[in-house]
């Protein structure tokens, strides 16, 4: 029998440090997501405490398809656990058994059982099952049932008679799924107790319109073209397809172009702390879904977003009154104290416009809520989308001009692609409408750049281009955008 040396690359280090009940693995392509299960699946065999000197466990390794079953996960575990020291036995379901001895004297026995699930009404399969562990495989092909119903097929064997299991859990890889997706959803914002996600560093980074080697990515030394295998991946492939599949990075679900395709997730989105005695310029967005983006501008130029507030069938004064100026006051209180120094507002110039009704405007409002505001530089669509993305393509001394802290929801899921033009229905090339779509990202979308426009992005972009900077490493590229 070969000898086969596995080395955990960094984030598979603290995938295997963790005792979770779940755990999900995400990253690119090639990254060594699969090998890592399989290898946590050897590990905990033989970590299983002995009953009459056998350490036993039993897996169910899902994959959403019968096919990809054969193809990739099977394929990845024997070129692990190999047929001399783990017969494959292809009845159904399809059967793996690895025997081997410990030093100690004990013996290891891990059953695997792989099966195809890729309908909710597959949950069924499940149902009899006794197991250790489940490694549900390529996680994102499956419905979110399937992880449901494994959290109460493990932990049932061994037998509480034959002294239980010492460890039992769930364990997941994926490449980066959809934004809506319920993976998202339970790692990103639920973060349910007794799971824990890890995530893998981009395989590339895209800088301005350039993919770069990413330092930090893993797994490359395990390929013969090195940086190469992802880098020759990138001609003739869409901007979400490269997010997802080489960067990493969560991708959308939507039928249009995204507005900013300068946009990268994991470069611009940064835990934020707003910076003492700078003023807090707030861009308003009016209408009955108003909306206010909260900015600063650094020592740098920087801007950074951080904190947005959507409102929902309410006018401005509501807005002002319910949302916005509590959030300042409890928020914000060293500002809100200097309200006439240190925040300032910017809304549609339209804004001004006095109501039929009451005639009173928009900017009538806000002052009354003793705030002050001023019209923005213009409302027309290039200048407006031409301010945010100048500050998307540029960097400061190698780090991001634009940055904007997590808290920011809607608007983080609209740069990722909910902030759209619509495809217009037209036989042959694909066409877009003019403008994004009016939704529920838009709103603060245009708050956003109303307030870009009076942070430097509208004049920025009409100065002349400079020239790039040019001999940087990659490592250095990366070192200097890591820190904030």
Not at 232 to 255: C, M, N, T
Not at 324 to 343: A, H, R
Not at 366 to 389: C, D, E, H, M, T
Request: proline fraction near 6%; aromatic fraction near 10%.
């Amino acid at each position: 029998m070969a000898v086969i040396t596995y080395v955990a690359e960094a984030t598979a280090k603290l995938f295997h440090r963790s005792n979770a009940f779940v755990r999900g693995l995400r990253g690119p392509i090639g990254t060594g997501k699969s090998v890592t299960c399989c290898m946590e699946i050897m590990r905990r065999a033989r970590e299983q405490e002995p009953f009459g000197g056998v350490r036993r466990s039993r897996w169910a390794a899902i994959r959403n398809s019968y096919p990809e079953l054969k193809s990739t996960t099977i394929k990845t575990w024997q070129d692990w656990v190999p047929d001399d020291v783990a017969p494959m036995r292809w009845d159904a379901p399809i059967t793996s058994l690895f025997t081997a001895k410990l030093p100690d004297g004990t013996r290891i026995e891990c059953e695997m059982m792989f099966i195809s699930l890729d309908r909710p009404a597959d949950v069924k399969k499940l149902k009899s099952l006794d197991l250790t562990g489940v490694w549900i495989n390529e996680a994102s092909e499956l419905p979110k049932a399937i992880l449901d119903m494994s959290t109460g097929r493990v932990g049932r064997y061994p037998s509480k008679a034959m002294g239980g299991a010492s460890w039992s859990g769930i364990i997941m890889d994926t490449n980066s799924p959809d934004d809506d997706h319920w993976w998202y959803k339970i790692a990103e914002l639920d973060k349910p107790q007794g799971y824990e996600f890890f995530a893998q560093p981009g395989a590339l980074l895209k800088v301005g319109e350039k993919y770069i080697p990413n330092p930090a990515a893993e797994n490359v030394h395990n390929h013969i073209l090195g940086y190469e295998y992802w880098l020759r991946q990138i001609p003739g492939k869409d901007a979400q397809w490269i997010k997802v599949f080489v960067l990493g990075e969560y991708g959308s679900v939507h039928d249009g172009k995204p507005v900013y395709q300068e946009y990268n997730d994991s470069l611009h989105v940064r835990e934020l702390t707003p910076l003492p005695g700078v003023k807090l310029q707030i861009g308003l967005d009016f209408g009955l879904m108003p909306a206010a983006v909260i900015v600063q501008n650094d020592a740098r130029g920087r801007l950074l977003v951080i904190d947005e507030l959507c409102g929902e069938d309410m006018g401005i004064s509501s807005f002002l009154e319910d949302v916005l100026i509590p959030q300042l006051m409890k928020v914000y209180p060293e500002w809100w104290d200097k309200k006439d120094e240190l925040i300032e507002c910017f809304g549609d110039p339209a804004g001004s416009q006095r109501a039929q009704t009451d005639e009173k405007s928009c900017f009538d409002e806000v002052k009354a809520a003793k705030l002050k505001i001023r019209g923005a530089k213009s409302n027309a669509w290039l200048p407006r989308r031409g301010a945010v993305a100048w500050f998307l393509t540029k960097l400061s001394a190698g780090q991001p001009m634009f940055l904007i802290d997590p808290c920011c929801k809607v608007l983080r899921k609209g740069l990722n692609g909910g902030y759209k033009y619509r495809r217009i229905q037209v036989v042959g090339e694909e066409r877009y409408t003019e403008e994004p779509m009016k939704n529920s990202y838009s709103h603060p979308h245009d708050a956003l750049q109303y307030v870009a426009m009076e942070s430097g992005g509208l004049q920025a972009t009409k100065e002349k281009s400079k020239p790039r900077e040019r001999g940087r490493s990659a490592r250095q590229v990366l070192d200097d955008v890591v820190g904030y």
